[in-house]
């Protein structure tokens, strides 16, 4: 490495913490003050890439798109060589995902492991665009690296510039908007201790719908074992709702829940109450956006150079043809066994959230979604939004 060089530091060892000073929290609940601090927490296949874009409509917003899945991979292949055990390598990541979305929101792109990093995901949007293939670049240069090759200096300096151009734009924006499904909320006291400004959104979905959305999203053999998603992700989200209300009473104002069925059924509402909540600035262009991201087949029809492409865009574009109608596709299309595993796993989620538990099938196949197919949820109001 160049004398001087400011480029990322490679943690070695993943289990290291940092030592910070207590902040106090602000009690007061939030208004129209903008949050410079965004985090939407959610599980994989319940809306998030959507509901962020919408958000994203704002033009002081930084934005950035699951910093953590890379991490994930990358811890549990490194401590599975080390015959860790599941405490070992959850406690891990939980560290590691606090280390990396602190270093997001405080634009400390300098104190992130590039091999943690997954580009893919941070070429999504504008704002990481640049700085994922500038980094790109340096991983592949320092893959083959050639002493004598003239661009031996050229790009580890090209990697600096990015990464201090990065660390100015995300420090100049309005609103730090951080997208996660790998982290559950029991996991951010210390975040929100360390930035009092920071706001939390949980997205919640029908796990039925989810579930049997990773079943036909994700090709790992154990995408099409139901036995194994509804037991996990099912315990996932009733700790969520219950970290949710613990959170609230210790930083009240700080952290809501919404439903994502309320978002697709009623997408201008939802993205209004949105926005208010967070202090975003709402506006005719944002709210033409969403109407066009939400019902995008009045205004267009999407070409696709084959039927992969079709069904691809299909999985995990964050344009819906009809939102309402996407939200509740899985009503149509689910095996009816896979429904009644899902439910006999997660009866008392179904229940506290609100969703209707199906005995027939006929029911289940009923569309459009009659208005008492989804009752109020069942838990304080104080924590509840756009509901």
């Known amino acids: 490495m160049l004398a001087g060089l400011v480029v990322p530091r490679v943690r070695l060892e993943a289990e290291k913490t940092t030592a910070y000073l207590p902040v106090t929290s602000p009690a007061s609940k939030r208004g129209r003050q903008r949050a410079s601090h965004v985090l939407l927490l959610s599980s994989a296949r319940s809306g998030s890439s959507l509901t962020g874009d919408i958000m994203n409509h704002d033009e002081g917003v930084y934005y950035v798109f699951e910093p953590l899945h890379n991490a994930e991979s990358f811890m549990w292949k490194r401590l599975a060589r080390r015959n860790a055990t599941l405490d070992d390598i959850e406690e891990s990541l939980r560290s590691t995902a606090d280390l ?20 893919d995901f941070l070429q999504r949007n504008p704002e990481t665009a640049e700085l994922a293939s500038c980094v790109l670049t340096y991983l592949k240069w320092r893959a083959i690296q050639d002493e004598d090759d003239p661009q031996t200096t050229s790009i580890p300096e090209k990697l600096s510039q990015c990464i201090k151009s990065a660390e100015t734009n995300c420090s100049q924006a309005n609103t730090r ?6 982290v559950r909320v029991d996991n951010l006291e210390q975040l929100m201790l360390r930035h009092p400004d920071l706001v939390v959104i949980v997205l919640i979905r029908d796990p039925r719908a989810s579930i049997w959305s990773r079943t036909k999203a994700f090709s790992e053999p154990w995408a099409n074992h139901s036995s194994y998603f509804p037991q996990g992700l099912c315990r996932d989200i009733e700790n969520d709702l219950s970290a949710s209300v613990r959170l609230n009473t210790v930083y009240p104002g700080r952290i809501k829940i919404v439903r ?35 019902f995008a087949g009045k205004y267009t029809t999407p070409v696709t150079n084959s039927e992969d492409d079709k069904v691809k865009d299909q999985t995990f574009t964050v344009v819906r043809e009809d939102s309402s109608q996407t939200a509740h596709a899985w009503r149509s299309d689910a095996d009816w066994n896979f429904v009644i ?40 109001d104080d924590v509840l939004l756009c509901v």
Do not use: H
Not at 103 to 111: K, L, M, P, Q, V
Not at 177 to 182: A, D, F, T, Y
Not at 343 to 354: I, P, S, T
């Open 341 to 380: 595993d899902v439910q006999k796993n997660c009866f008392g989620v179904l229940r506290q959230l609100g969703y209707r538990l199906f005995r027939f099938e006929q029911d289940l196949r009923q569309i459009p979604v009659l208005p008492g197919d989804m009752d109020p949820i069942q838990i304080n």
């Open 260 to 294: 994502y069925e309320s978002l697709a059924e009623n997408p201008i509402l939802v993205s209004r109450c949105l926005y208010n909540y967070t202090g975003l600035a709402w506006s005719k262009n944002v709210q033409n956006l969403i109407e066009k991201q939400t």
């Open 100 to 119: 990396i979305l602190d270093a997001f929101f405080s634009c400390r792109f300098s104190d992130l492991d590039l091999s943690q990093l997954d580009m």
């Open 177 to 182: 908007l951080l997208k996660v499904i790998r």
